[in-house]
C-alpha cells in the first residue's frame, strides 16, 4: 500500500531494537513506537541520527506511565497525555526536540497555556447549511489519494500508520465542501480525527461540526471509546470546533505543527464517547 506522499514509514531493527516510525515531512515530526522494552540510549542515538539526516525537528513517543521514565532518562521531556490511549491506560507524551542543525535541545519542560490560548467559547447555536449533502468515501483508493492530497492539512492524521483513512466523510454545500476523516485503532479503541480544510471562518466552522458530528455517529457505532485531535494553540476557530464538539485539552506539543512556515505549540484534544449528546456546537 503507497504511502502519503509527505509521510514516510521507517522500521528501525537492530538486535534487540525493534522500532516503527512515522516520519510526517511536512510537520518535520515523527512519531515513534517502539515494540521492545530497553536499549533506551541506543535506541535515542538512532533517533538523534534519523532526525539529523532527515532534518526534523521533533521525535516523540507515546508511552505508560512507567516507561515514561526510562526515556526521561535519555533526554526526552514529558509533554501530555492522550487519556485511556492504551485502554486502560493512559498514553504519557515523551517528546525530544531538536534545532535547526539537528541539535538536540535538552531545557525544555511542560508547557503552560500561553496568553494567546483560547480553549473556551460562548454556547452557539448553529442552523444546518442549506443544500447539506454527507457523503461516506467508501472507496479505499479514494481515501488514501484525498489523504496525499491534503498534504499535511489535516495535522492530526495520519498518526499511527501512513495509510488510507477508517473513515471519511465529504461534506458540501453549494459553496463548500470540507471532510471529516478518523483513523482507527481497534487494539485500543480508539480513534484520531482530523478536519480538512481547518475552518478559518463561521461557515467553516459550521460545516465542520456538521461533518464531525455525523463522523462522531459513525465511530460510535464501531464501538470507538476515545476520540483525539490536535490544533494549533493559536488557532481559534479550530479550538472552538474541538471544544463545541465536547472535547477537551490534556496537553500541550511544542514545535509540533508547521503552520504559516512557523512550528507552533498543539494542543492535545481528548473526547470520551459515552453515547450521550454533549458540547455547545453540536446542531
Known amino acids: 500500500m503507497s504511502e502519503a506522499n509527505h509521510v514516510e514509514t521507517r522500521d528501525l531493527r537492530q538486535g534487540d531494537m525493534n522500532m516503527r516510525v512515522i516520519i510526517n515531512h511536512v510537520h518535520g515530526h515523527m512519531r515513534v513506537m517502539d515494540y521492545r522494552v530497553g536499549n533506551y540510549e541506543e535506541k535515542r542515538q538512532r533517533l538523534d541520527r534519523l532526525a539529523l539526516d532527515g532534518g526534523l525537528r521533533k521525535a516523540f513517543i507515546l508511552v505508560e506511565k512507567q516507561d515514561s521514565h526510562n526515556w526521561r532518562s535519555v533526554g526526552f521531556t514529558r509533554e501530555g497525555v492522550f487519556p485511556t490511549f492504551f485502554r486502560t491506560a493512559d498514553g504519557y507524551v515523551m517528546s525530544r526536540l531538536y534545532d535547526r542543525s539537528g541539535t538536540p535541545i535538552t531545557e525544555v519542560g511542560p508547557l503552560k497555556p500561553s496568553a494567546t490560548e483560547k480553549t473556551s467559547f460562548p454556547a452557539r447555536k448553529l442552523r444546518k447549511p442549506d443544500g447539506l449533502k454527507l457523503e461516506l468515501i467508501r472507496d479505499e483508493r479514494s481515501r488514501r489519494a484525498l489523504l496525499s492530497g491534503l498534504n499535511g492539512e489535516l495535522r492530526a492524521l495520519p498518526f499511527g500508520r501512513a495509510e488510507a483513512p477508517d473513515l471519511v466523510l465529504h461534506a458540501r454545500t453549494r459553496k463548500r465542501e470540507g471532510w471529516a476523516l478518523a483513523e482507527i485503532d481497534d487494539s485500543f479503541g480508539h480513534a484520531t ?72 505549540t498543539a494542543l492535545i484534544w481528548h473526547r470520551r464517547l459515552s453515547g450521550a449528546a454533549s458540547g455547545t456546537a453540536h446542531p
Not at 210 to 221: E, G, I, K, P
Not at 224 to 250: H, Q, R
Open 193 to 264: 480525527v482530523g478536519v480538512a480544510p481547518p475552518p478559518s471562518h463561521e461557515e467553516e466552522l459550521v460545516l465542520g461540526a456538521f461533518a464531525c458530528n455525523s463522523l462522531v455517529d459513525a465511530l460510535t457505532r464501531k464501538q470507538v471509546s476515545n476520540l483525539f485531535g490536535l490544533s494549533p494553540a493559536t488557532d481559534e476557530w479550530s479550538n472552538e470546533l474541538y471544544a463545541g464538539l465536547g472535547f477537551k485539552v490534556t496537553g500541550r506539543l511544542a514545535t509540533h505543527l508547521l503552520v504559516g512556515g512557523r512550528h507552533t
